[in-house]
């Protein structure tokens, strides 16, 4: 069955083929669901209620621009949904710059590192990190989905980019410390 097709019988709410849309699309909107949210239970949780809203919402699918891309903009709204109104979200009064300087260096750190980084950031630092660095949304958007200010999304993306540099480093000068020591160039710490 052709993704056309799917989506067809999805409109006409045919169980079946919407078992087969979850199974084809579930692993990539989880991954969405995981990085809005603060934990995998409510990640879980948040991928029930996108696939819900998707099976409801389908019929206003018009087949223009990308399925996969529908798809996640239902899911990051649904998921931005339950947290719209909650106090982590609100702004936060420090006045801090949309950009950090960052000294550059040959610093390595696994993908797997950075994402579980990016996982323990406070969650309004973490759902605008996301929405503007990973998911490309302008500081205007992010307000509109929030229910911030424009000057409450650069900061609170300044904020999560000074603790995100703030990990790495700590993670970098361990990694350095322990190459000392398992080379014997440091021998007590």
Same mark, same amino acid.
């Given at each position: ?34 990085? *809005?949210? #603060? ?77 579980? *980084?990016?996982?323990?950031? #406070? ?13 490309? *949304? ?52």
């Amino acid at each position: 069955m052709s993704l056309e097709e799917l989506i067809q019988q999805c409109k006409k709410n045919d169980r079946r083929a919407q078992a087969v849309l979850y199974s084809k699309f579930s692993a990539i909107l989880f991954g969405v669901c995981l990085k *809005y949210s #603060p934990n995998k239970t409510e990640a879980e949780d948040s991928l029930h209620d996108s696939f819900m809203t998707i099976y409801e919402k389908i019929g206003q699918y018009k087949s223009q621009g990308s399925f996969e891309g529908w798809l996640k903009r239902i899911t990051i709204n649904t998921v931005l949904q339950k947290y719209r109104k909650k106090e982590y979200l609100n702004a936060i009064t420090e006045n801090t710059e949309d950009t950090i300087e960052v000294e550059e260096e040959n610093t390595e750190i696994s993908l797997q590192t950075l994402l579980s *980084y990016i996982q323990e950031l #406070p969650t309004k630092y973490r759902t605008t990190f996301n929405l503007y660095v990973l998911d490309g *949304y302008s500081h205007k958007e992010i307000s509109e989905l929030l229910g911030t200010t424009v000057g409450t999304s650069k900061s609170n993306l300044a904020r999560a980019r000074i603790i995100l540099k703030e990990k790495i480093e700590t993670k970098t000068s361990q990694s350095i410390i322990v190459g000392l020591i398992v080379f014997g160039i440091m021998e007590n710490i």
